[in-house]
């Protein structure tokens, strides 16, 4: 997948404003409206326009796209970094066209494809509810806890520049709440109008990257080194996890790549999820003579072929 500079398709700068942006478009898509144009390429153009437009007159795709893609050059190849949009507020359910338009591939990957659930503005209105992505630590989601977090949130100043503000909330994280699962805080998404209430701002949760930690649903994995004499001989070894230290037994004749279970040691639930540990065998160097000494010992101990599948 291709990455598009919407900036440079509608031919303004990153600095523009909404209003600049508004008469370029409309003075682009004149021209290559595919009733009027003769150029060969028009409808596939007008259809560039649109969607450069439908980002960039958005404050909230916009600041999302100027946030994730200054780095980019267009046409160069691209893939969403994970997690990209965590910590940025948006109203609606996503970030989707709200139209009927059959946008890029580039433009789903960023955006999504459900359309917008705004209101019709009325006397007394509900305020429309607020979506963000924010990540957790893997040992919040095992003892809960309580946080601040910190929410970007997309406004557009009188001259038509659109820029970001900060607010900041403390949010109780549930003990055994998961990866996709959503925090519903009342009162904290949009304003209402009128005596209308304001609608409620939903969290999304995912979890920080963790050095030791991987996760799968309520299923965490660990990768446990070992000495080859422990994967041979076996061993009893502590091991942290998320929730304190366990006492682990590796049984003799463990292999590269085995799996051990530790029973409803995942993330908290009904049911709860299972810890995995992955066996790693690493060798040690031979530096020094003696440490030599002891690996022709055990290739003459032992009657191994190595490559006997192959």
């Not at 065998?281 to 030599?292: F, G, H, W, Y």
Request: glycine residues 10%.
């Amino acid at each position: 997948m291709k990455f598009k500079d919407y900036y440079e398709t509608l031919g303004v700068l990153r600095s523009a404003t909404q209003d600049e942006i508004k008469r370029a478009y409309r003075k682009l898509a004149r021209k290559y409206h595919p009733d009027v144009s003769k150029d060969p390429n028009a409808e596939t153009r007008f259809k560039e326009l649109g969607e450069a437009y439908a980002v960039l007159k958005d404050a909230e795709k916009r600041a999302a796209y100027d946030q994730m893609g200054s780095q980019w050059k267009s046409g160069q190849e691209f893939q969403p970094p994970p997690d990209w949009n965590a910590g940025f507020e948006f109203s609606g359910r996503d970030f989707g066209s709200g139209g009927s338009m059959d946008h890029s591939d580039f433009f789903e990957a960023l955006f999504g494809r459900q359309a917008r659930g705004g209101q019709r503005p009325g006397m007394h209105t509900r305020g429309e509810d607020h979506h963000a992505k924010v990540l957790i630590d893997l040992e919040d989601a095992y003892c809960g806890a309580k946080r601040s977090i910190s929410l970007r949130v997309p406004t557009q100043d009188a001259q038509g520049h659109v820029t970001m503000r900060e607010r900041r909330l403390d949010v109780n994280i549930p003990k055994g709440i998961r990866a996709g699962q959503h925090l519903r805080l009342v009162g904290q998404g949009q304003p209402g109008v009128g005596e209308g209430n304001a609608g409620d701002l939903y969290l999304e949760i995912s979890f920080n990257p963790h050095w030791q930690f991987r996760v799968d649903g309520r299923d965490v994995y660990m990768n446990l080194p070992l000495a080859p004499w422990e994967a041979a001989l076996g061993c009893s070894l502590t091991v942290p996890i998320p929730e304190g230290l366990v006492q682990l037994a590796v049984p003799a004749g463990s292999a590269e790549g085995s799996k051990l279970r530790l029973k409803s040691k995942g993330i908290p639930g009904n049911p709860p999820g299972d810890l995995y540990v992955v066996l790693g065998i690493v060798l040690p160097s031979a530096d020094t003579d003696s440490e030599k000494d002891a690996y022709r010992a055990m290739a003459k101990a032992f009657d191994f072929n190595a490559r006997a599948h192959v």
